[in-house]
């Protein structure tokens, strides 16, 4: 499982019928964008759960789903600067 943030929708009206109505959201892992399937109703700025491999295309509706990536809970609540180290300022 990948904790990703949510950026923007992505449109796509052309595509394969296994796609259905399904919608997309571009999320970042770390400081790269991928698209993942949206399973729950995210928006832009949700940080979400996504699970890649197998376990993306049995989230999204079925194992024959063609994602590699799909969104499959919301967090409430979580601070992604926690527990980090404060940057040494330099001064001294």
């Known amino acids: 499982m990948l904790i990703c943030?949510?950026?923007k929708p992505l449109v796509s009206t052309n595509r394969i019928?296994?796609?259905?109505h399904k919608h997309l959201q571009v999320v970042l892992d770390g400081s790269t964008q991928k698209v993942?399937?949206?399973a729950v109703g995210?928006?832009?700025g949700d940080w979400v759960i996504c699970v890649g491999s197998s376990?993306?295309?049995?989230?999204?509706?079925?194992?024959?789903y063609p994602s590699d990536l799909?969104?499959?809970g919301i967090i409430d609540h979580w601070d992604p600067d926690a527990g980090k180290v404060p940057a040494a300022s330099g001064v001294g």
Do not use: L, M, N, Y
């Open 55 to 64: 376990a993306a295309r049995e989230a999204a509706g079925s194992k024959s």
């Open 17 to 20: 019928p296994d796609f259905e």
């Open 42 to 44: 995210c928006i832009p």
């Open 70 to 72: 799909t969104i499959v």
């Open 5 to 7: 943030k949510v950026v």
């Open 36 to 38: 993942a399937v949206d």
